[in-house]
């Protein structure tokens, strides 16, 4: 799986938006942008994925760049709960039932 | 609800012995589950495939004979660690998915091994 990069922290105020970045550079044309959530002491979840065009879903949007090569994870309101480790994950959409490879993501810690 | 659980949440254990962890898939019938191990502040690491009906397969570097994989059904993968030590001490967890490529994949709550 191509690499992605992202920021190791990052914080937010209770109610904000948060816009998570990666970075994929690599991405092939057949890789899918996978988001992933970790909170503590629980195993990950999945969040949202897209592969060209913006998604939304009821727990967040994803913006991808127009060249692919990198994409913004968006909370619209951030909330304690929310607190997590982020994982951007390019996954390719010809791998099979193959499994996820995690990169180190994004701890996001969000302040009341 | 939960898609995939796991069975024990936690366990302590005596250096020497053996602990059995119990992956199951909840939902759906699940031919291929994954084994991962997370140590303290870092992410992910695959350990292993686990294929219904088969051998499992290792990731470099994971020892087959330490780390005893069993997929006897479709819905139960389970993880033996065999002659625990503390090194081996560490957070572990499976996942799975309905179907093939982009599909979501469905996380364990994890089990925290800790071997005294």
């Known amino acids: 799986d191509a690499k992605t990069t992202q920021p190791n922290s990052m914080e937010s105020n209770e109610e904000e938006p948060v816009h998570l970045p990666c970075n994929h550079s690599?991405?092939?044309?057949?890789?899918?942008i996978h988001w992933y959530r970790q909170l503590p002491s629980q195993g990950p979840e999945y969040v949202i994925h897209g592969l060209t065009s913006n998604v939304n879903n009821r727990m967040a949007s994803l913006a991808i760049a127009e060249d692919r090569k990198s994409s913004t994870l968006i909370l619209h309101r951030a909330t304690l709960r929310d607190a997590a480790v982020y994982y951007c994950?390019?996954?390719?959409?010809?791998?099979?039932?193959?499994?996820?490879?995690f990169g180190k993501g994004t701890r996001l810690s969000v302040i009341a | 609800g939960a898609v995939v659980s796991q069975h024990p949440s936690r366990v302590i254990c005596k250096s020497g012995t053996s602990v059995k962890i119990e992956c199951r898939s909840l939902d759906f019938q699940a031919t291929t589950m994954f084994w991962y191990r997370q140590f303290p502040k870092q992410s992910l690491m695959l350990m292993a495939t686990?294929?219904?009906?088969?051998?499992?397969?290792?990731e470099q570097g994971v020892e087959k004979d330490k780390f005893l994989i069993n997929h006897a059904s479709l819905t139960l993968s389970t993880l033996t660690v065999t002659s625990a030590h503390p090194e081996d001490s560490s957070f572990y967890i499976c996942?799975?998915?309905?179907?093939?490529?982009?599909?979501?994949?469905?996380f364990g709550p994890g089990t925290r091994l800790t071997v005294l």
């Open positions: 996942s799975t998915s309905r179907r093939l490529g982009t599909d979501t994949q469905y």
């Open positions: 686990s294929n219904e009906g088969s051998k499992a397969t290792y």
């Open positions: 994950i390019l996954r390719d959409g010809n791998s099979g039932n193959t499994p996820l490879v």
């Open positions: 690599t991405i092939s044309g057949t890789d899918y």
